[in-house]
């Protein structure tokens, strides 16, 4: 695995939008705001050409004007790292116009983005053995007041953060709107984690160790057997170290999470597993259909592994989040009701 320079002070930025860019509110303020925090620290800014761009569908603009922005910026050396301007819906039409041999011999390069991005985050992992940071886009650095999940974001790609844990509280319901753009996390509900030793819910789990890797489950079921998907390559080339996968789920429901978790399971991406941290899924959040709710959505396709999973996590869609160093060894404890990620870069 191969880590990125950290951003250095005085660095460079660049922003992309291999998904949907920023074009209106409450995103174009949250971009512009977040732009003139990192200006205040000393950070310059470079927009690719698709982040003020609306003219394609579920991305910013065509694949073909996405995929060859993402190429350029990442391979070009007018930026040090590379924050996505946003999530969506069809950033996997892009990968056709990625030149990933340019982007697995440029020079690493941080890249922090989640959900959609789930398609670059996740290939640089399995594809270019490259780190990556899922985490927020641009506009979550436009709030008026950064929850520490935000400054913990920061230190991520500045490399001052070699371990993180989760946060007290969370959002259900954000207060942002176009008339509040820059409004903070509205944390109203308290975090509890479930534990389970395979299907067993426990109390307590050991800390358990792998190389961390995963993202968004809308998007990995996606690449499930395309030319893309390279996990069974990744799996062997870490096979004495093992793999802790980091899921949450988006758009899905718990039967939809419980069919994307089978998929990728018969693919066999999970034979070298070590252990799971599910973030706390959005569509799905306390849902319960014939008798399948957001837990055993889970344990039905992973318990079998018996080995440690943590749910509720803060990762995803439901803020704050925690940033994932996304291919870095890890080590996870959830001691005292919180859960801690240290992570390793080697």
Not at 48 to 61: F, M, Q, V, W
Not at 277 to 286: E, S, V
Request: glycine share 10%; proline share 4%.
């Amino acid at each position: 695995m191969r880590y990125p320079e950290f951003l250095k002070k005085n660095g460079t930025i660049g922003l992309v939008a291999p998904s949907f860019g920023c074009t209106f509110e409450p995103y174009k303020s949250c971009m512009d705001a977040a732009i003139d925090r990192f200006k205040g620290m000393g950070y310059s800014i470079v927009e690719g050409p698709n982040c003020r761009k609306d003219d394609g569908i579920g991305i910013s603009s065509t694949p073909l004007n996405c995929g060859t922005e993402l190429t350029e910026y990442y391979c070009s050396s007018d930026n040090d790292m590379l924050i996505s301007c946003g999530g969506g819906e069809l950033m996997c039409e892009t990968l056709d116009y990625v030149d990933f041999d340019a982007v697995k011999n440029a020079a690493p390069k941080w890249y922090m983005g989640y959900s959609d991005n789930t398609n670059f985050t996740f290939l640089l992992n399995t594809i270019c053995d490259v780190a990556s940071i899922y985490g927020p886009s641009i506009g979550a650095f436009g709030a008026e007041y950064l929850h520490q999940a935000l400054l913990d974001s920061i230190k991520a790609f500045t490399g001052e953060l070699d371990k993180v844990s989760g946060y007290d509280m969370f959002e259900l319901e954000s207060l942002k709107d176009e008339e509040h753009p820059l409004v903070s996390y509205n944390l109203t509900e308290k975090k509890e984690l479930k534990l389970y030793s395979g299907d067993a819910a426990v109390n307590r789990l050991p800390q358990f160790t792998g190389r961390i890797t995963g993202g968004c489950l809308d998007c990995l079921a996606n690449l499930v057997g395309t030319k893309y998907d390279k996990v069974a390559e990744f799996n062997k080339r870490y096979s004495d170290e093992g793999v802790i996968w980091f899921l949450e789920a988006c758009d899905l429901n718990v039967m939809s999470i419980r069919r994307a978790l089978w998929n990728l399971d018969r693919a066999g991406w999970f034979e070298n597993a070590k252990g799971f941290i599910i973030g706390r899924p959005l569509a799905a959040w306390q849902e319960e259909m014939m008798g399948l709710d957001q837990y055993n959505a889970v344990t039905g396709i992973l318990g079998k592994y018996n080995v440690p999973i943590v749910m509720d996590a803060d990762v995803g869609h439901i803020a704050p989040a925690m940033p994932i160093i996304s291919g870095a060894m890890a080590t996870v404890g959830t001691d005292m009701g919180n859960i801690t990620i240290e992570y390793s870069l080697k």
